[in-house]
């Protein structure tokens, strides 16, 4: 299963875009990568997922490179309620209609007034 | 909000204790799953439900015992847990059709076992 790797902490200022690297060097071609963040005695929350195109939804943008080992979340104007813990989890490959999710250690992103 | 829905909130417990954890999900998913998260960690998966029946249970103790009487219902039984099962526990549905489609979570029981 492919593993990932982030920092463990970041600052950023409000109204600036937050970028949070992720490093999956060992991705397969089939395994997509996914993000989530996780505001404290919450639930994570699912933000964007792809494959080896860059996507953009209302909440971020992800950007993967071209050889696939790595991506960066985008949230484009932080706010406050940015502040919470991100993960980056690459899914293995399916063997059916379930998968699992290996949690990286995330990073831990506050976002400063 | 969220569309994955645990009770209770939180729970405390003896080690003798027997209690149950549920979640529930109204978004047609049939794969459902239960993480454990301790303080300041990533969720560790523990159990994955596709179509009602396990299929995956990552070598979690006896003493937790994961049940699915229907697609949109998933227990946890709790029978004499240690003071090291104390933590986040978390459920989670995604549609199980084989697609992308991301997990969803719902916000989690928290554990306290005395």
């Known amino acids: 299963d492919a593993k990932t790797t982030q920092p463990t902490s970041m600052d950023c200022a409000e109204g600036r875009a937050a970028n949070l690297p992720c490093n999956h060097s060992?991705?397969?071609?089939?395994?997509?990568v996914y993000w989530y963040r996780q505001i404290h005695s919450q639930g994570p929350q699912y933000i964007i997922h792809?494959?080896?195109n860059n996507e953009t939804n209302e909440m971020a943008s992800l950007i993967i490179t071209e050889d696939r080992k790595s991506s960066t979340l985008i949230l484009p104007h932080a706010t406050l309620r940015d502040t919470a813990v991100y993960y980056c989890?690459?899914?293995?490959?399916?063997?059916?209609?379930?998968?699992?999710?290996?949690f990286g250690t995330g990073t831990r992103l506050k976002v400063l007034a | 909000d969220t569309e994955v829905t645990q009770t209770p909130k939180h729970l405390v417990m003896g080690m003798t204790n027997k209690k149950s954890l549920k979640c529930e999900q109204h978004?047609?998913?049939?794969?459902m799953y239960w993480y454990k998260q301790k303080a300041k960690k990533p969720p560790e998966l523990m159990f994955v439900?596709?179509?009602?029946?396990?299929?995956i249970n990552e070598s979690v103790p006896s003493r937790f015992s994961p049940e699915c009487p229907n697609s949109s219902l998933l227990n946890l039984h709790l029978h004499a847990l240690q003071p090291e099962d104390s933590a986040l526990y978390l459920c989670?549905?995604?549609?199980?059709?084989?697609?992308?489609?991301?997990?969803?979570f719902g916000d989690g029981t928290r554990l306290s076992i005395l």
């Open positions: 978004m047609g998913h049939r794969a």
């Open positions: 439900y596709s179509y009602e029946k396990l299929s």
């Open positions: 989890i690459v899914r293995p490959s399916l063997t059916s209609g379930t998968y699992k999710y290996i």
């Open positions: 060992t991705i397969s071609g089939n395994e997509y």
């Open positions: 989670a549905s995604s549609p199980g059709d084989g697609s992308n489609q991301p997990q969803h």
């Open positions: 792809g494959l080896k």
